[in-house]
C-alpha cells in the first residue's frame, strides 16, 4: 500500500517498492484504456499492489484522491492484467451553517469544521466580484450558507453546491442564490433576481494575502524613492494561477522593462489590465479571454523583490484602484419570465435558515 507523494508519479512510487520496469510497462499498458497515468495521477492518489510469488503484479487497486468514487481495479485474468472503472455511490447530505468572522473568514468557515474548499467557493465564486475578503469583513459579521455535500460512506468527498450564501456585515451585505434559468444558465442572484457577476472580478487570484495596497505615493523598495504604485500587489507563492479578471483581448505577452514577464488585456468600456512580474506566460497576443482565464503564474521577474503578482486597472488612460472598479455597479437581471419562479425559489431558500 503507498500514496503518491509530491511529483504525483505511479511510475516512482512503484519503483521504490522494487517492482520491475516490464511489471510497471504492462501495468501501465492495461491502465491506458480506462486511466492517463501520466496526465490524471495526483499527489495523495493511493494504490495497494499484490505480486504473486514470482514478483508478478496479480492486483493493482487505485484510488484518485480527486475522485474516489471512481477506483480503478487491474486483476490478472490468465496472462493477461485487465483494467476496470468502478462507479461508487455517493450519499449527498445538505448541511444549513452559520459562521461568524473573528479575523478571516478561511479561519471562520475552519472552526464550522468545514474545509478551504468551501471558503474558495464562497470568496472566488460566489462573491468575488462584490465582496473583497481582504479589506471588507470585520469581526463580528456574519454567514450564512447552505450547502449540499457528498459522502462516500461517511467520508466526506466533496462540495456539490452552495444553494445560498448570506453575508451580512458592517461594510458589506450580500446574499446570493444559486438558480438555473429556463436556459440552463446557472449563477448567483441576490433577492431581486439580479446576478452577482460583474465586468471585473476584485482579484486576479484565488483569495491570497495582498502585500501592498494602491498608492500613488509609495516608497519603492529597489529605486530608494517615492514613486506611484497604482495597482495593488499580490503576495504568493512562485507559480501560483493568475487568471484575467474579465473578458478581452490580450494585447501584450511578453517582457516589459521593470514589469519583467507581463500580460496586459483590453476590456470593453475603454478598460485595461496588466499583470506584471510573472514566472510564466499562457497566453499569446491577440488571443480572446473569458474572465477567469488561466493567463500566467506568479514570479518575481523584472524590478521586484520577490514574488509577487503586480496588478493595474486602467480605464481611457487613467489609473483606477482595483478594489473600486465595482462600486455602484448592478448584476444582469433574470428576465422577466424567470422572477415568478426565482421568487418561489428564493423564499423557499430563506425559510430554511433558522430564525436569529
Known amino acids: 500500500h503507498d500514496t503518491l507523494d509530491g511529483d504525483g508519479s505511479i511510475y516512482l512510487s512503484l519503483k521504490k517498492h522494487d517492482v520491475s520496469e516490464l511489471q510497471i510497462a504492462l501495468l501501465s499498458n492495461a491502465l491506458q484504456p480506462v486511466f ?36 480503478v481495479l487491474v486483476e490478472r485474468e490468465g496472462d493477461e492484467l485487465v483494467a476496470s472503472v468502478s462507479v461508487l455511490p455517493l450519499i449527498e ?44 469583513p470585520r469581526q463580528g459579521d456574519e454567514l450564512e450558507l447552505i450547502v449540499s455535500k457528498s459522502y462516500l460512506g461517511d467520508r466526506f468527498i466533496r462540495y456539490d453546491e452552495v444553494l445560498l450564501a448570506r453575508y ?34 476584485l482579484k486576479p487570484m484565488d483569495y491570497r ?11 519603492h523598495p529597489i529605486l530608494k524613492k517615492n514613486v506611484p ?9 512562485p507559480g501560483t494561477r493568475v487568471h484575467a479578471t474579465a473578458r478581452g483581448r490580450v494585447t501584450h505577452a511578453g517582457w516589459n522593462g521593470g514589469y519583467g514577464k507581463m500580460v496586459e488585456i ?10 506584471a512580474h510573472l514566472s510564466r506566460i499562457h497566453v499569446k497576443k491577440g488571443q480572446s479571454v473569458e474572465q477567469k482565464t488561466l493567463i500566467g503564474r506568479v514570479g518575481a521577474t523584472g524590478r521586484a523583490t ?51
Open 36 to 71: 492517463d497515468a501520466k496526465r490524471s495521477s495526483r499527489e495523495g492518489d493511493s494504490f495497494v499492489l499484490t505480486l504473486d510469488s514470482a514478483h508478478v503484479v496479480a492486483r493493482f487497486e487505485y484510488t484518485p484522491v480527486a475522485n474516489p468514487q471512481h477506483p
Open 266 to 275: 483590453s476590456h470593453p468600456n475603454g478598460y485595461r489590465t496588466r499583470y
Open 209 to 219: 494575502r495582498i502585500s501592498s495596497h494602491f498608492n500613488r505615493r509609495r516608497f
Open 306 to 356: 520577490g514574488p509577487h503578482l503586480h496588478y493595474e486597472l486602467i480605464r481611457n488612460g487613467r489609473h483606477m484602484n482595483p478594489t473600486n472598479v465595482n462600486e455602484d455597479r448592478r448584476g444582469a437581471p433574470l428576465g422577466p419570465e424567470s422572477l415568478p419562479a426565482f421568487a418561489v425559489h428564493r423564499d423557499r431558500m430563506l425559510a430554511r435558515l433558522p430564525a436569529v
Open 93 to 136: 447530505q445538505t448541511r444549513v451553517l452559520r459562521v461568524v468572522i473573528e479575523d478571516n473568514l478561511a479561519n471562520a468557515i475552519r472552526a464550522a469544521g468545514e474545509g478551504d474548499a468551501l471558503t474558495d467557493i464562497v470568496a472566488d465564486e460566489i462573491f468575488a466580484a462584490v465582496i473583497d475578503f481582504h479589506k471588507d
Open 229 to 237: 504604485h497604482l495597482g495593488t500587489d499580490y503576495a504568493a507563492n
Open 168 to 201: 451580512r456585515g458592517q461594510v458589506v451585505n450580500h446574499t446570493g442564490f444559486h438558480y438555473q434559468d429556463p436556459t440552463g444558465v446557472n449563477g448567483y442572484y441576490d433577492e431581486r433576481g439580479q446576478s452577482l457577476a460583474r465586468l471585473f472580478l
